[in-house]
């Protein structure tokens, strides 16, 4: 029994941080879109896809994944809802994986007239595919602060810091793939990001574009690099505010800029994202259970201890071995270690219908 009162709010502090199952789950958050929720899906860790332009590894995303050219609305330019699938048609899958904070896209998309000559001297411009994410559902404009009336300080202090915008060339020549519309333009470069295309026709040709890309959100992305960055945090079941844009020229004028949000302001405005939800495993992937578990030390004086059950599967029950002779069969117990010690052998064993499993981190919990 924990019956000391400083010791107490210092465990409601770890409750708070780590014992967030998420108070996300329950709520979708007030975007663009209100009530409607997209799905970000997860891929098993045996099942990463590889970036090479290909849509093998995508055909196990299921069809509720999938956002075509329905989804868009074109606010701009007056089209509206009503587009015309031959003159452009996109299908677009958003997948993550348990453990790693990037974000997986396979863009796929009919274009009538492919325009990729940008920068030339009549004044094409490249069709782009737009990503703008906001890891942490900090909000907001992203682009333009209004309290910086210094260009420079708005560039460098606040321009895609807390949320990113990628324009993503489809395809690019001779150039970059993507223009970060920020000060971080490395958050476009390996190892933050990674890409790769597959297509077979010309300028102001139409044909198919496969686009495959990572990228790697963040809740700070400074202007001179990773050192003091910090990647967004994905958990499943949690929300990102994220949405795209297409922007579609044929020749010397601009088609389209059709967008999931039905805002064309997402580009600069992370309040006006769409909500997408980091869903769990399907269920024909789920692993029949897996034990996993995290931990978080409340109080290092009183050793005091707040485990975290994060096992996959059907579980019915939970037995912890602390390592000190006690034990608990609580799904996330608090545990205080009565003698002083250096590191314990912590154990935890999970049952349900389709069988036990064990997971134990070794000289990890480390009291004193």
């Known amino acids: 029994m924990i ?44 099942q990463i896809p590889r970036i090479d332009g290909k849509t093998d590894d995508w055909k196990i995303v ?35 994986i348990r453990g790693l904070n990037r974000l ?57 810091v807390h949320a990113q915008n990628y324009h993503i060339y489809t395809p690019p020549v001779n150039g970059a793939w993507a223009l970060i519309w920020g000060c971080q333009p490395w958050i476009a470069e390996f190892p933050f990001a990674n890409q790769a295309y597959s297509y077979d026709f010309k300028h102001g040709q139409s044909g198919r574009l496969v686009l495959e890309f990572w990228i790697t959100p963040f809740d700070h992305a ?31 004028k601009r088609d389209g800029h059709f967008n999931l949000s039905h805002n064309a302001e997402m580009v600069a405005d992370a309040s006006l994202l769409c909500a997408f939800r980091l869903m769990p495993l399907e269920e024909r992937f789920r692993p029949n259970p897996e034990a996993q578990w995290s931990f978080k030390i409340v109080d290092a004086d009183r050793r005091i201890v707040a485990f975290k059950d994060e096992s996959v599967g059907d579980i019915k029950r939970w037995k912890w071995d602390f390592g000190d002779g006690t034990s608990s069969q609580e799904q996330n117990p608090i545990h205080q270690y009565r003698e002083p010690g250096f590191s314990y052998v912590v154990t935890l064993e999970v049952a349900g219908t389709a069988g036990t499993a064990r997971r134990t981190r070794y000289w990890e919990v480390m009291v004193r």
């Open 3 to 46: 019956n000391n009162r400083k010791a107490l709010v210092a465990l409601l502090v770890c409750l708070v941080g780590i014992m967030d199952v998420g108070a996300q789950e329950n709520q979708i958050p007030r975007l663009a879109r209100p009530g409607r929720v997209f799905k970000i899906f997860q891929f098993p860790r045996d």
């Open 62 to 96: 299921p069809e509720q994944y999938i956002y075509g050219t329905d989804q868009l609305n074109d606010t701009r330019d007056g089209h509206g809802t009503d587009i015309d699938a031959s003159d452009l048609d996109v299908r677009v899958r958003v997948g993550w």
């Open 104 to 160: 997986y896209f396979l863009y796929e998309a009919y274009d009538d007239f492919w325009d990729f000559a940008r920068f030339n001297p009549r004044g094409y411009q490249n069709d782009i595919f737009e990503v703008v994410v906001d890891g942490d559902l900090s909000g907001g404009p992203l682009i333009h602060n209004p309290n910086m009336k210094d260009p420079f300080e708005n560039h460098f202090l606040f321009k895609g």
């Open 222 to 252: 400074p202007h001179d690099g990773p050192k003091r960055a910090v990647v967004s945090k994905l958990r499943e079941n949690h929300f990102i505010g994220l949405s795209w844009s297409i922007l579609d020229f044929d020749g010397a």
